[in-house]
């Protein structure tokens, strides 16, 4: 079964200090993983996709395929990085569907 | 830029009443999706259109249904709403293109079933 697991709610870090939000994946082809991003009163919106390998607003993620992983990284979170997170993976049914994590609420205190 | 509207940023609603949700999108999208948001349960597909006309089942669809007759409006109705429905509706739509992967969300509908 494909699906894919955030296993902390809520993450709660100092600022400055780094960030990891862990997102898991079952899935057994190749897989397309995205992390979305929903600031406090915003729409739900795309953070990074894991085929462009770029760093967006200083968050990465990389794939990893041995551990089945795809985690949310910053080496120094800022307050305004304080929203709900998810993690998405495009399933195997050519539709554009995605499969949603559970979410992580990140909260960056001063 | 994307847009996509949903009709209503707050609803209430009795026990029992059919409820439409619409989502308009200005961008020519194929597909387009409707979920529900629940702390702690993440975002769960309801349907999907990939076509006017066309719906497929998500994860959740008992009690709903869609509506595609244009390209760009997906309508959301829940024939006999329930308590357990109360919760918050987003809307997306994406290119037709598999393995692009971005879609566009609404702001959502907070929907409380009394």
């Known amino acids: 079964a494909q699906r894919v697991t955030q296993p902390e709610k809520l993450l709660s870090v100092f600022k400055g200090a780094p960030v990891e939000l862990k997102c898991n994946y079952s899935?057994?082809?190749?897989?397309?993983l995205f992390w979305y991003v929903q600031y406090s009163r915003q729409r739900l919106q795309l953070l990074l996709r894991h085929i462009s390998r770029e760093s967006i607003k200083g968050f990465t993620a990389d794939l990893n395929k041995g551990e089945t992983s795809f985690h949310l990284k910053k080496p120094f979170a800022q307050e305004e990085d304080s929203a709900m997170y998810y993690c998405a993976l495009e399933g195997s049914s050519n539709t554009g569907k995605l499969i949603f994590g559970q979410g992580t609420t990140l909260q960056v205190k001063p | 830029d994307v847009k996509v509207t949903q009709s209503s940023r707050y609803l209430v609603k009795r026990t029992g009443e059919k409820v439409f949700l619409e989502c308009v999108q200005d961008m020519d999208h194929e597909n387009m999706f409707w979920y529900r948001q629940d702390p702690g349960l993440g975002l769960r597909l309801i349907y999907f259109s990939y076509d006017v006309k066309m719906k497929e089942k998500g994860d959740i669809p008992e009690g709903y249904s869609v509506s595609r007759e244009k390209k760009e409006r997906f309508s959301l109705i829940l024939e006999s709403a329930s308590t357990n429905q109360t919760s918050m509706y987003l809307c997306?739509?994406?290119?037709?293109?598999?393995?692009?992967?971005?879609?566009?969300f609404g702001p959502g509908t907070r929907l409380t079933v009394l």
């Open positions: 899935y057994s082809g190749s897989p397309e």
């Open positions: 997306a739509s994406s290119p037709g293109l598999a393995g692009f992967g971005e879609q566009f």
